[in-house]
Antibody, heavy 113, light 111 residues
Framework: EVQLVESGGDLVRPGGSLRLSCAVS????????MNWIRQAPGMGLEWVAN????????YYVDSVKGRFTISRDNAKNSLHLQMNSLRADDTAVYYC??????WGQGTLVTVSS | DVVMTQSPLSLPVTLGQPASISCRSS???????????LSWFQQRPGQSPRRLIS???NRDSGVPDRFSGSGSGTDFTLKISRVEAEDVGVYHC?????????FGQGTKLEI
C-alpha cells in the first residue's frame, strides 16, 4: 500500500523557517517525481514545487522561488521542503504527492506573529 | 502562468442526476510527448485530494465508471453520469503541461 506521511508543520513567526518532511512507503520512491502542493484555509489547491526521480531537476512556483528548497533522499525514502523567510500568505496545509496520483494527509503550517 | 478557469464554482445536484464541470485553460495543454496533461481531483470534506482522472480521460484505479473526462486543446469537462451521496466535495482540475503547474479554483458539488 502506498503511504505518504508529512510532518514538520508548526506555528512560526513571519521571517522564520521550517523544514517539512514526507516519509513514503509501499512503492519504489526513486522512480517517481514528487510534489509539494498546498491549500490555504478555505481556498483551492496551489502547486508549490516538484523534483525529478534522481533529484537533478527541481521546479517552483514563482512565489516561493529563492525561499523554499525541495529535496529528496532516495536512500531514506523521504522528501523535504525547506521553507525560509516565511510570510503570512504561506499559511496552508502542505501535501506531499507522488506524481499527483497519491497524496498524504497534509501538515499545517501557520505563519503568524 | 497558465490560468485554469472552472465553472460553475458551485454545483447543486440531485441524487441520481448527471453533473458536469467545465475547466478552461489559457493556453493549449498538449505536451511535447503528444499527451495532454490535464487531471481532475476530488476532495471530500475534511480529506486530502484524490486523483480521479489523468491525461484528460484516463480514470485512476478504483474510480467508479460514472466519472468521465473529455476535452482537448483548452476546453475540458468532468462528467458524473449519476451523482451519488459520496460524490459531495470539491473538484479541481490541474494542468501539468506547463511550468508552473496550475489548478482551477475548484467546484463545490453539493446535494
Amino acid at each position: 500500500e502506498v503511504q505518504l506521511v508529512e510532518s514538520g508543520g508548526d506555528l512560526v513567526r513571519p521571517g522564520g523557517s521550517l523544514r517539512l518532511s514526507c516519509a513514503v512507503s509501499g512503492f519504489t520512491f526513486s522512480r517517481y517525481w514528487m510534489n509539494w502542493i498546498r491549500q490555504a484555509p478555505g481556498m483551492g489547491l496551489e502547486w508549490v514545487a516538484n523534483i525529478s526521480p534522481d533529484g537533478s531537476q527541481v521546479y517552483y512556483v514563482d512565489s516561493v522561488k529563492g525561499r523554499f528548497t525541495i529535496s529528496r533522499d532516495n536512500a531514506k525514502n523521504s522528501l523535504h521542503l525547506q521553507m525560509n523567510s516565511l510570510r503570512a500568505d504561506d499559511t496552508a496545509v502542505y501535501y506531499c504527492s507522488r506524481d499527483t496520483d497519491s497524496w498524504g494527509q497534509g501538515t499545517l503550517v501557520t505563519v503568524s506573529s | 502562468d497558465v490560468v485554469m478557469t472552472q465553472s460553475p464554482l458551485s454545483l447543486p445536484v440531485t441524487l441520481g442526476q448527471p453533473a458536469s464541470i467545465s475547466c478552461r485553460s489559457s493556453q493549449r495543454l498538449v505536451y511535447s510527448d503528444g499527451n495532454t496533461r490535464l487531471s481532475w481531483f476530488q476532495q471530500r470534506p475534511g480529506q486530502s485530494p484524490r486523483r480521479l482522472i489523468s491525461k484528460v480521460s484516463n480514470r485512476d484505479s478504483g474510480v467508479p465508471d460514472r466519472f468521465s473526462g473529455s476535452g482537448s486543446g483548452t476546453d475540458f469537462t468532468l462528467k458524473i453520469s449519476r451523482v451519488e451521496a459520496e460524490d459531495v466535495g470539491v473538484y479541481h482540475c490541474m494542468q501539468s503541461t506547463h511550468w508552473p503547474h496550475t489548478f482551477g479554483q475548484g467546484t463545490k458539488l453539493e446535494i
